[in-house]
């Protein structure tokens, strides 16, 4: 079975620092990874994916993920945090034998708040 | 580019019920789904379908019906609604193409059954 973890519903952190959200995912074969972002009142957007290649993955509005193998993680990153960013954010996963394209599984989010 | 669109955006109605949330886009896209949100659960997928006049279930079919006669349209149907279908309900497209791995989401649908 597939699945991912997001073991932290919440994340706090000030602007101008660091910030990490946290996925660990489960799946048989090599994982295709993703985050997406939800604002309020909003559809998901898609922020990045890794499907092979480099571990560090960088998508929009600044971030970056990095894949680790060993440690089934797909951490989303930052180096500096913006009030900007606060917001739900899930972590995704599909296999790649044969599934299909977009059928994801997807954690339970966690909720980025960024206080000035 | 009107991209994907959900219809209506809020839903009210009551246990027993038939309703119907419609989706559509514009991009000629190849795939399609309905995913449900839920706290605690993240988005969970109903249905999808590959291309017109086809569909299959995803991890939480039960009480949905899908069609899908037109590439743009993809309507979810809730032939009798339960209190356990109250979610916000997101369409979305892929093109299809592995090089483009992406969903496209709709603003959404929040049900409220009553």
């Known amino acids: 079975a597939q699945s991912v973890a997001q073991p932290e519903d919440q994340v706090n952190v000030a602007e101008g620092n660091p910030l990490t959200v946290k996925c660990t995912y489960s799946v048989s074969g090599n994982p295709y990874l993703f985050w997406y972002v939800q604002y309020p009142n909003r559809g998901l957007q898609f922020l990045l994916k890794y499907i092979t290649g480099d571990n560090l993955v960088k998508g929009s509005y600044g971030f970056e993920a990095e894949f680790n193998k060993s440690q089934t993680s797909f951490h989303l990153k930052k180096p500096s945090a913006l009030v900007s960013d606060s917001a739900l954010y899930f972590c995704?996963?599909?296999?790649?034998?044969?599934?299909?394209?977009?059928?994801?599984?997807f954690g339970r989010g966690t909720q980025l708040t960024v206080w000035p | 580019d009107a991209g994907i669109t959900q219809s209506p955006r809020y839903k009210i109605t009551e246990t027993g019920r038939q309703v119907t949330l419609m989706c559509h886009q514009t991009?000629?896209?190849?795939?399609m789904f309905w995913y449900r949100q839920d706290l605690g659960h993240g988005l969970r997928l109903i249905y999808y379908?590959?291309?017109?006049?086809?569909?299959d279930k995803g991890e939480v079919p039960d009480g949905y019906v899908v069609s899908r006669s037109k590439t743009e349209n993809f309507p979810l149907t809730l032939e009798s609604a339960t209190r356990s279908q109250t979610s916000v309900y997101f369409c979305?497209?892929?093109?299809?193409?592995?090089?483009?791995?992406?969903?496209?989401f709709g603003s959404g649908t929040q049900l409220s059954v009553l």
């Open positions: 991009w000629s896209h190849s795939y």
């Open positions: 979305a497209s892929n093109s299809g193409q592995s090089t483009n791995e992406k969903l496209f």
């Open positions: 379908s590959a291309a017109a006049d086809i569909t």
């Open positions: 995704a996963v599909r296999h790649d034998r044969g599934s299909t394209l977009g059928r994801l599984y």
